[in-house]
């Protein structure tokens, strides 16, 4: 733990910064909170489904860039790929994204939207988990292009309906506040998370071990995400249009 939070830390620098960041936060809440016109309305965090949607989306986001960022390393190092092979090693992940993303608004049609994001999460959880097994000797069929598949279908099914929730439930003057946390979150969860996914496989000194610990981190984040749905979200059955 400490040589995570050395980690997350490190010099005293980045540690005056972090200080200054949670200020600053704090200070923009506190503005937000009593000025006539906010840009962020905290009544958009006062909606379960929305806050829900918010939270999940910052705990996936973290996780997939995580393993968007570190897989290409991986197979350049353990797989001896060029830095073109490792990303046409993403094809099983992007090609059935897209697919599944395109069917999205039937299925949520048909089983509604907090169904499809337990389905989608779950899926991404089992892939994560699997792609922290890999290794030289697994190789990359077996040990990146299986998980990506099920990573794929569970991002193709689960970007859209979180979007769905970020902006469920809104009054008009408040939907495009709505929609401009959703891209905050989507950003900053993303920056967050993997540099916290990051933080933790420096821990390890062997890097196929950091990989396996980075990968077990980013699940972890993704169950954090599922978690969010099942207890913020819940039962909305609420439908894409």
Do not use: C
Request: overall charge positive.
């Amino acid at each position: 733990m400490t040589a995570l939070v050395y980690s997350l830390v490190g010099s005293q620098g980045r540690l005056i910064a972090l200080i200054i960041a949670v200020i600053a936060i704090a200070g923009f809440i506190w503005h937000e909170a009593r000025t006539k016109q906010p840009m962020m309305p905290l009544r958009l965090f006062v909606d379960r489904e929305r806050l829900g949607g918010y939270i999940a989306r910052f705990f996936y986001l973290g996780a997939m860039m995580s393993m968007w960022f570190l897989t290409p390393q991986i197979m350049q190092t353990q797989l001896h790929f060029t830095p073109l092979q490792a990303g046409l090693g993403f094809f099983p992940l992007t090609i059935v994204s897209f697919i599944v993303a395109v069917q999205v608004a039937k299925l949520a049609d048909r089983f509604g939207n907090t169904q499809i994001l337990i389905i989608g999460i779950t899926l991404t959880v089992i892939g994560m988990f699997a792609i922290s097994f890999f290794s030289a000797q697994v190789g990359y069929t077996v040990g990146i292009a299986l998980p990506m598949i099920l990573m794929g279908i569970g991002q193709g099914l689960t970007l859209s309906p979180l979007t769905v929730a970020g902006v469920a439930n809104t009054l008009p003057e408040d939907s495009g506040a709505a929609s401009g946390v959703v891209n905050m979150v989507h950003q900053i969860g993303g920056s967050v998370g993997m540099a916290f996914v990051v933080a933790a496989s420096a821990t390890v000194k062997t890097e196929i071990a950091s990989y396996h610990l980075a990968m077990l981190t980013a699940t972890a984040l993704l169950i954090g995400a599922l978690i969010a749905v099942i207890g913020l979200i819940g039962p909305t059955l609420k439908k894409i249009a």
